[in-house]
Structure formats: C-alpha cells, structure tokens
C-alpha cells in the first residue's frame, strides 16, 4: 500500500511539474510578443522634391519634418548630448538626417577612415531598419563625422558588415559647434520591390555614441544595453502625406502639407 501511494504521489508531482513547464512555456512566449516593438513610434512623411545630400542640413524639407531625439543611453539614462534624426521619402529613395548638438568639435574622436572600419568606435550614428517588420532581421548602418560608413545585413546569424551597398552618405561640422550627416538610400538597395503603402510599418531605431569629452551610446527607442535587438526597436509609419516645398528650398515658398490623392 505504501508503495501505491508512493507511485501515485510521485506521478501527481511529475504531472504538476509538467503543467508549471507547459503554463511557463506559454508565458515567455506571451511576454516576447508583448515585448515586441518599444512603443517607440515615427512618422514618416514624403517629400516632394528630394534633399540633397551634403551632410549639411540646410535644405527645406528637414526643416518641415518632425525629429526623433536620442534621448536616452544605452543605460537608460538621460543622454548628456542633444541628437535628432529625420526621415522622409519619395517613390524610390529613402532619406535620413542626423544633428548632433555638440561644442566640443576638437574632442570628436573619428580614427575609422576607411569603408567598413570600426566606425562604431568614432563618434557616429547608427540607423537600423526593419523593413520586413519581423522582429529578426534588419539592416544597420554607422557613419562617422569624416563620413566614414560600415553596414551590415542581419539575416539572423548576426552582423559582420561589409555589405557594399550603394548608400549615398555625406557629413559635415558647424563652423563652431554640432555636427550632421545624411544618408540616402534606395528601397530596391534594400530588398524593397515597390514603394511602402501608406500606414505600413517597418522596425527602426536611431543610435549613436557620443565620444567628445564623454564616452556614451544614445538611442531613441528605449531598447536597453544592446542595440542588436529588433524585437526593441520603433515602429517608423509610412504616411500618404506630402511635404509640398518649392525645389528653391527657401522658407518663403513653403506651401504647406498636402494629401496624395
């Protein structure tokens, strides 16, 4: 009798076990989807005469588009130096822009002076994307103060750069503060077959590090140490608004915002 009862408490206690297993299981996976995206959220208008790209930010569009401002570092505490990233886009391009606020140009740290180099280690930007919204795979990009440029594809095994895209990039310093870059990029580069539909949403997220006189990564979506983890980045939303600007480029001619019919 004994070891009856032995047997049957032990097989109660391995079901138990199972069933804790099962129920756990089945919440991580809850919590990973929920996790999913950081609520970060950018809109993404279109513009109807491009910017040019010349790592000086004075064209008309980015005047007219809202920044996302890296706020935050990778530790969750508030980033000493002010940056703000913009993006617009046209039928076949991407554009993004990059201001950092910044007095101390004689500290920018940019030893990276050849194509796939350790940009990270300079004073740089980061800009990943999302395209297939997937929480897995994306695309990164680094660009230093020299305009230095690495990239890289994530597919799912991780980044190793070197991926020689056609990515047109340009930087440039203020003449006695702050520094800016530029990049376009075209959807087809990207995989991309035709162009976003309005209110479609892919992954993104717009990084940095900051190394003037301090050493410290900054981010805009609240993705925690790692900047390597999609399921942490915003979601950018395509917009059928149109930024109408004149192809002068000067404040005058600014005739407001449209819908695409």
């Known amino acids: 009798m004994t070891r009856i009862m032995f047997l049957i408490m032990n097989k109660l206690f391995y079901n138990a076990i199972i069933t804790m297993s099962i129920l756990a299981c089945m919440m991580l996976c809850f919590l990973g989807t929920a996790s999913a995206d950081s609520g970060a959220e950018y809109t993404i208008i279109k513009t109807t005469v491009p910017p040019k790209v010349d790592g000086k930010l004075d064209d008309i569009i980015w005047k007219f588009v809202t920044p996302a401002e890296l706020t935050l570092t990778n ?89 020689n895209t056609n990515w047109e990039t340009a930087a440039s310093k203020g003449e ?63 917009s059928s608004e149109s930024a109408a600007v004149s192809s002068r480029g000067k404040l005058p001619v600014v005739w407001g915002k449209i819908k695409n019919q």
């Open 75 to 163: 530790q969750r505490a508030k980033a000493t130096k002010k940056s703000l990233a913009y993006a617009v886009y046209d039928k076949d391009y991407l554009y993004f822009a990059f201001h950092r606020f910044d007095k101390d140009l004689k500290k920018l740290v940019a030893n990276a002076g050849a194509r796939d180099g350790n940009v990270w280690e300079d004073d740089e930007f980061e800009l990943f994307l999302d395209t297939n919204h997937d929480h897995a795979t994306y695309w990164q990009l680094c660009i230093n103060v020299k305009n230095v440029l690495w990239d890289c594809k994530n597919s799912g095994g991780g980044c190793q750069g070197g991926e």
């Open 176 to 238: 006695k503060e702050d520094w800016f870059a530029e990049v376009k990029i075209s959807f087809k580069d990207l995989g991309v077959k035709q162009t976003p539909k309005p209110k479609d949403v892919w992954g993104v997220n717009f990084c940095g590090r900051v190394m003037s006189g301090i050493d410290e990564w900054v981010t805009w979506s609240d993705i925690g140490a790692s900047f390597h983890v999609p399921t942490g980045f915003g979601n950018m939303i395509f």
